[in-house]
């Protein structure tokens, strides 16, 4: 196989993938790693770190030689050549650099962290200074080799022996082809028992919302109905679908054509789709880009925002127009955070069942909510729903912080309502009839409950809540609850 050109990669992977990821995947010596840019072509910058064990463990297979010796990598340094001494300081990183010009100066030296993540040696041929460099360089010829580092992760699977021409030769990173046998007989093994340390690395996992597909490592932001989404394209049956850059736009699970104003989905019978198609087929929606952060905001011709995306999920969403919200809407969304739907009178089940993170919600007018609503949600502190009269099971079943809640007209409640709720210490319900199983499951700071005479409720009414006040009402007529007994933990009435 033809030695690959890693400055035409560099250059190849920095147009498409920007500077930044180009010289992580320099830094690590990857970039001779055959269709590098094909195997990262669906990664996250940010991942790039974790990817890069990934990609090493899977195709930079490193020699270990069984050729054993006692001596030090410092006597068979010198034994080829070499002074060489180990880097423990950001002087003795930087000492080297007077050995090479201008144009060719290592990474190395601007990283402030090299010496603490990796182990060191820089070796210095004897009589280097007076070497000159060839008119026709190669990368282990006299100058090139005449100054190196030996560089080795600290949690292994890696090393790399920097080269004196650096930037002049192919694969500078690569010198001898990172077998230090190749410096000296018996310096891998010397340099593995030294710093105890494997240079090979087992098999890898990739990390969470990555996945194989073929020989690509594909990250997706979450999987609805077997199919993989990411912020640009998706996974369906093995086989990733890029969107056109140009006019469409990934919206969770859905596609925005910017240019025929439509919206669709691999999905089958999407619910969230059939009502973002009444929102947007057709409309006059305008689209613009946040130059700073490249979130995308989708709005109406005169101004008022529909959607805030980023990275294919929307974090902002406004729908005054919609008054019914099916079942299993945005069921698998976890980046929204603020959501206005000011003319819902019905939600369905499932409504935003995984988004942990939502902390804003406007629905005033609001009847009726069904199972699992914000099932997940973590950070919602205060919520109204002034006109709402039935609420279904798991309402709000994981959020621990809600501070404050207005159900003046609701009448009946379901199973697990508020389980785990551990901030509410006052609630009224002045209409409820009904309350389900498991009621503020392991509340133990609420103080103040008001509820009519007649309110029928299942077992577990308050499980594991022993501070009650008994209050008496002022407007209407209620029964409370009295304190439990702390033996026998039980309520009485």
Known sequence: MPEIDTDKVYKKIKEHRGERFARK?????????????????????????????????KYKTISVSKYKTNKTPLELLSEAGYDAFVVKTEEQKNSIKKYFRPNEQLCTFKDSFRHINFYIIHAIKRGADKIKPSANPKREDKYGTSVISIQIAKSGGFISIKNRYNHTVKNPDSTFYNNPDNIILGLTNSLQRYFDVDFNVSDIEPPENYTNVHDQLVYYGFEQGGILFGPKYYVKNGAITKLKTDREIMIEHMIYNDKDKTITTPLENDATCTLFAKVF????????????????????????????????????????????????????????????????????????????ILETINMPKVKTIGDDFLYSN????????????????????????????????????????????????????????????????????????????????????????????????????????????????????
């Open 25 to 57: 995947l320099r830094d690590a010596d990857l970039l001779d790693v055959p269709n590098i840019e094909h195997i990262l072509e669906f990664a996250n910058l940010e991942d790039l770190n974790d990817l890069i064990l990934v990609v090493r463990s």
């Open 281 to 356: 087929n057709g409309k006059q929606i305008t689209k613009t880009v946040d130059k700073t952060t490249q979130k995308i905001i989708l709005q109406t011709s005169s101004g008022d925002r529909i959607v805030t995306n980023n990275k294919g999920q929307i974090i902002e969403l406004d729908l005054p127009s919609v008054t019914e919200i099916p079942d299993n809407f945005l069921e698998y969304n976890t980046t929204l955070r603020s959501i206005n739907l000011p003319n819902a009178e019905s939600i369905g089940r499932a409504f935003l069942w995984h988004n942990e």
């Open 378 to 493: 973590e950070r919602l502190k205060s919520i109204n729903l002034l006109d709402v009269t039935h609420i279904g099971n798991n309402f709000l079943r994981y959020n621990e912080i809600l501070e404050s809640i207005h159900l003046p007209k609701l009448e009946e409640i379901g199973d697990n309502f508020l389980w785990h709720n551990k901030r509410l210490k006052t609630i009224c319900l002045p209409n409820v009839k009904t309350i389900g199983w498991d009621f503020m499951f392991e509340n133990k700071v609420l103080e103040t409950i008001y509820l009519p005479y007649k309110t029928k409720y299942d077992c577990n009414f308050l499980p594991n809540n022993y501070i009650y006040k008994r209050l008496e009402p002022q407007q209407y007529k209620c029964e409370f609850i009295k304190k439990i007994n702390p033996k026998t933990k039980d309520l009485s009435r």
